[in-house]
């Protein structure tokens, strides 16, 4: 009986920490360096589906709501060629940080605490962001590449910040509910051997 406890508990820690580490996406988040940034078309260039833009607070690619509204932080991008503008910072009736960022058509989006954003490709099945970023030694110059048909963007005067984890409240709670489940089973069987 003892044992049977002991691997239950085992199995659900073990349960929780799987999930929590196969939940957690990797965001490449982008940061302008100056004013706009350009999106360059490569050897192997989007030739379908939709390159998007995102506030990087926006992990799900949710294009939800009135399209490039500001609303849901998401710009449609022109794969081959275009530039976005980002300027002015505060605008009126935005929080402290927001810019506001404008593609080659004047359209705009907003992004918020700062300049931070991310680009992904839709192919047809959702939003993806890039199976691989390389970024040329010495320069702020990078490609873009999904597996996804083999397309590829470049990205000029972007540099690449850290990717960000992004934790899933739930799969943490899993993993501490299992460790607390071998804590207890560990206690309750040094009590019995005690005694």
Known sequence: MKTRKRR???????????????????????????????????????????????DNNNTTYDTSGSSYN??????????????????????????TGTFQVTNAASISTYVTNGP?????????????QPNSVTCNAGSSSCTLTWDVGGSAVGVDLATVEAPSSVPLPAAGWLF?????????VGRHSNKKAAA
């Open 8 to 54: 239950t508990a085992l199995v659900a820690a073990l349960a929780g920490l799987l999930v929590s580490s196969t939940a957690t996406a990797s965001v490449v988040t982008w940061i302008p360096t100056d004013s706009n940034v350009n999106i360059l078309p490569t050897a192997t260039p989007i030739s379908s589906g939709t390159l998007g833009f995102f």
């Open 176 to 184: 501490l509910s299992g460790l607390v489940g071998l804590v207890s």
């Open 116 to 128: 931070y954003f991310t680009l992904a490709y839709n192919a047809g099945s959702g939003f993806q």
């Open 70 to 95: 500001g609303s849901s932080g998401y710009l449609a991008v022109n794969p081959a060629g275009d530039t976005l503008s980002f300027g002015p910072t505060n605008p009126v009736g935005q929080t």
